[in-house]
Antibody
Framework: QLVESGGGLVQPGGSLRLSCEAS????????MNWVRQVPGKGLVWVAR????????NYADSVKGRFTISRDNSKNTVYLQMTSLRGEDTAIYYC??????????????????????WGQGTTVTVS | EIVMTQSPLSLPVTPGEAASISCRSS???????????LDWYRQKPGQSPQLLIY???YRASGVPDRFSGSGSGTDFTLKISKVEADDVGVYYC?????????FGPGTKVDIK
């Protein structure tokens, strides 16, 4: 399972660090993503990080303000959020996606979707 | 950035009947490996999203065979052969070909 934490109320311009603790699987075999959702609205992809942390990508809306990282020894992925804005207010979900090599072994395909999502943690910027 | 659209945005359904959701992308999602990088997710009320379909037409583990995905290039369809009351929720398509990942606006499925 994936369990997010670290959400809360923060003032504009402030910072917050979200954590996503994984259990039940070997974290380094999975790409990890953060996806956010304003309550009642749609899903928005925020960032991703490869299993070994060597590849990182961000949505333009958070680039330069958010940093995704991981500590496989602690089975945890992080999202450091700085210079927070009102439009960052959302539920933040952590998701996992198996590496292409693992997907190939298990499903004979180089890709398998985001097959596990956490329950989400709420960030309110106000 | 690839733009994703879905139709309809709201879909009232009758249990036992079939339902269909369309998803379109502004660019082809067909990879050079021959697969379409398109996922379908369902978000039940009050829950986190769950993966239904990956690579356009492959059911995720544990997903009932009532759900099927089809399409190629820019046009995709999610079909539910016999809708059950538990199928209510919002269904999203997502392109997985390029960064940034982009979700469609969602289709809300509810029971008539």
């Amino acid at each position: 399972q994936l369990v997010e934490s670290g959400g809360g109320l923060v003032q504009p311009g402030g910072s917050l660090r979200l954590s996503c603790e994984a259990s039940g699987f070997t974290l380094n075999q999975y790409w990890m993503n953060w996806v956010r959702q304003v309550p009642g609205k749609g899903l928005v992809w925020v960032a991703r990080i490869s299993g070994d942390g060597s590849t990182i990508n961000y949505a333009d809306s958070v680039k330069g303000r958010f940093t995704i990282s991981r500590d496989n020894s602690k089975n945890t992925v992080y999202l450091q959020m700085t210079s927070l804005r009102g439009e960052d207010t959302a539920i933040y979900y952590c998701t996992k996606r198996m590496s292409p090599n693992l997907a190939l072994v298990l499903y004979d395909k180089y890709y398998y979707g985001m097959d596990l999502w956490g329950q989400g943690t709420t960030v309110t910027v106000s | 950035e690839i733009v994703m659209t879905q139709s309809p945005l709201s879909l009232p359904v009758t249990p036992g009947e079939a339902a269909s959701i369309s998803c379109r992308s502004s660019q082809s999602l067909l990879h050079s490996n021959g697969y379409n990088y398109l996922d379908w997710y369902r978000q039940k009320p009050g829950q986190s999203p769950q993966l239904l379909i990956y690579l356009g037409s492959y059911r995720a583990s544990g997903v009932p065979d009532r759900f099927s995905g089809s399409g190629s290039g820019t046009d995709f369809t999610l079909k539910i052969s016999k809708v059950e009351a538990d199928d209510v929720g919002v269904y999203y398509c997502m392109q997985a070909l390029q960064i940034p990942r982009v979700f469609g606006p969602g289709t809300k499925v509810d029971i008539k």
